[in-house]
């Protein structure tokens, strides 16, 4: 089991005020290319060098290479042997059908079994998912943009998760659905719409109605898509 950083975590050297913890040097490193892949400023597709990564974040190889070891198990990166990392292709127009094609079969039946299961704890800890992505707090938009796909990633993982069905919640899982879909587009507008469509997901939670959840789960779903498939065009 991981603890938590200790208060030390984030105490300065006195020579240059640079993060000397290992651990927090390694997320930030992560933190840094994760937003550059999912704002496209990494294109998908493209080579990734370490060494122009060591040179831009001017850290050394270590943390980079930890940082792209993480990103190729969420799917984001790619290490092709002899040739070295590059950035997960974008995904296929058929591929986008069919990964909807399944969030629309398993999403809403799932929503409506959280709905069914709904206590106190789990839609504090739904608001709470919910409640870190409605925060428009930061000046790095591309920041902002990769940690919404984050959230919202936790967000539908956690309502797999109270919906009781984890073969149902690995699979979706396992897609790294929010990754790849909010690569399609970086726009304000994918963020700002489904803000309120997660606000009716809640609501319907909030009054433990089955039926209105899973209602609210397929609008989402079907919308999502819309916003997305623009990017096919
Ligand atoms: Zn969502």
Redesign the pocket.
């Known amino acids: 089991m991981q603890t938590a950083n200790s208060p030390d975590t984030a105490e300065m050297s006195a020579a240059g005020g640079r993060i000397q913890r290992s651990n927090s040097l390694a997320e930030n490193v992560y933190e840094a290319i994760f937003a550059q892949l999912m704002a496209l400023k990494i294109a998908p597709g493209s080579r990734i060098t370490v060494d122009n990564l060591v040179k831009e974040l001017d850290v050394s190889h270590t943390p980079i290479r930890e940082a792209l070891g993480r990103l190729e198990g969420e799917g984001l990166v790619l290490k092709t042997h002899l040739i070295g990392y590059r950035a997960a292709p974008q995904i296929t127009r058929r591929r986008f059908d069919e990964l909807y094609e399944m969030r629309l079969l398993l999403e809403p039946h799932a929503a409506a079994k959280a709905a069914a299961a709904m206590d106190e704890a789990k839609l504090n800890t739904l608001l709470a998912a919910a409640g870190v992505m409605s925060r428009r707090e930061g000046k790095d938009d591309r920041l902002r943009y990769s940690n919404f796909a984050r959230q919202?990633a936790i967000?539908?993982d956690k309502i797999m998760e109270f919906s009781e069905n984890e073969l149902i919640r690995q699979t979706l899982s396992h897609q790294h659905t929010h990754f790849h879909i909010f690569r399609l587009m970086y726009h304000s507008r994918v963020t700002e719409e489904?803000l309120d469509?997660?606000e009716a997901i809640l609501a319907a939670f909030g009054s433990a109605d089955p039926d209105a959840a899973q209602e609210a789960m397929r609008v989402?779903i079907e919308h999502?898509r819309d916003r997305l498939l623009p990017a096919f065009d």
Do not use: K, N
């Open positions: 919202d967000f539908h489904a469509e997660h989402h999502s």
